[in-house]
């Protein structure tokens, strides 16, 4: 189907459903390049859980879990040449793991550091400020119009980040000056306690694209294949200079919001368990195992690898040393003001003035 035959109303754009049935058409996607996605969506679930753990021993900083989200984080990102942009909040760490920033640069930036991605990479850092990434993003897209270079724009927000102005703002420059950007909505019911329903009255947040003039799809987040198959069309039109798209991804937050959150203050049991039988990663297993792409072995052993790989990059990632306490007036501006320099003297006094304390 395409993206304009795609109603984006009620009913969320499925290929593989909940028991992995395939019940729309496969999109173009080799063998081994669906069983890499399924492993991208390992990872991310892996990476989620291997920090979660690792800031419960002081080792990371606050993280927010990506579990039950990984059909989206790698399905968005998946289409995309390697000089397309992607512009994310900081729940998608698997789309960034696609894109080619490396396991231990994004492991140490989980120590509280900021490193910095390759730069072929092409992803702007994780974005904490809800929703001011979908700025940068059509910001980027604009300037790759102007210079005529074919390049596509992704960027990706919460459901909670639609109230925002900036969601606003962005939808309305792409839509006015046509930019080869796809705008992703991870709708994963909850903006930290605060439930979808309050975020708009439009049944879906994709529909919200008509206002803009902006083509919009609603799809099953959970669904690999559908996130895939739409977000190839959606960067493939933007490339071909036929605008953006706003793209719902209908998903769910298995975890908490953060390591600072207890969700069991705000939210039944029962929603949980009931997005437990929608699992993303169970889906696209059921589909390799009954189509003998993939044997239980297999899968065990890629496990155990993603496992290894993980450690190594932690190992890695803990030799590194911590950056200079004042290192981020070096980013700051191209000199420092003598107020600015004057700041930082006192910082570097500070911070030798407490590790002396400590001895
Ligand atoms: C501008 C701004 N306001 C408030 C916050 C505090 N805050 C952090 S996460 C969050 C909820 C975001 O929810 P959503 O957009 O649905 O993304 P999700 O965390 O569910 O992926 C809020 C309000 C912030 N980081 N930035
Ligand atoms: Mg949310």
């Known amino acids: 189907m395409t993206i304009q035959q795609i109603d984006p109303g009620m009913v969320a754009y499925q290929i593989l459903d909940a028991e992995g049935n395939l019940v729309g058409k496969m999109p173009n996607l080799s063998t081994e390049r669906l069983l890499a996605l399924y492993r991208a969506m390992h990872l991310g679930r892996a990476f989620s859980n291997k920090i979660i753990a690792l800031q419960r021993q002081g080792r990371a900083t606050t993280f927010g879990s990506l579990v039950g989200q990984e059909a989206t984080a790698v399905g968005l990102a998946a289409p995309l040449q390697p000089q397309d942009w992607l512009a994310t909040s900081y ?11 490396p396991l231990s640069t994004l492991i ?3 120590r509280g550091f900021t490193p910095a ?3 072929e990479a092409h992803c702007l850092p994780i974005q904490i ?3 001011t990434q979908l700025l940068h993003a059509v910001g980027l897209a604009m300037a790759a119009k102007i210079a005529g270079d074919p390049v596509v724009s992704v960027g990706v927000c919460g459901d909670g980040a639609t109230s925002e102005g900036d969601f606003n703002e962005a939808l309305n420059f792409a839509g006015v000056f046509q930019a080869p950007v796809v705008l992703v909505v991870q709708n994963n019911g909850w903006a930290i306690s605060v439930p979808r329903q309050h975020q708009s009255a439009a049944p879906t947040f994709a529909q919200r694209g008509a206002g803009f003039g902006i083509p919009s799809v609603f799809v099953d987040g959970n669904d690999l294949l559908a996130v895939y198959d739409v977000m190839q069309q959606a960067v493939e039109r933007a490339r071909a200079g036929e605008g953006p798209t706003l793209v719902e991804a209908l998903t769910y ?3 908490a919001h953060t390591t600072a959150d207890d969700p069991t203050r705000y939210r039944d049991a029962a929603e949980v368990e009931s997005w437990r039988t929608k699992d993303p990663i169970a889906r696209v297993r ?3 195992l009954k189509c003998d792409l993939l044997s239980e072995e297999q899968d065990a052993r890629m496990l155990a690898e993603i496992e290894e790989e993980l450690n190594q990059a932690v190992n890695e990632a803990e030799a590194v040393p911590p950056p200079p306490p004042d290192e981020f007036f070096d980013y700051m501006a191209a000199s420092l003001s003598p107020r600015l320099q004057e700041q930082r003297k006192d910082l570097v006094h500070y911070a030798q003035q407490k590790k002396d304390r400590r001895g």
């Open 286 to 288: 059921n589909y390799l």
């Open 253 to 255: 937050r298995m975890g």
């Open 91 to 101: 729940r998608e760490i698997a789309s960034l793991l696609l894109k080619g920033v």
């Open 129 to 131: 400020v809800i929703g």
């Open 117 to 119: 991605y390759p730069r």
């Open 108 to 110: 140490y930036s989980f």
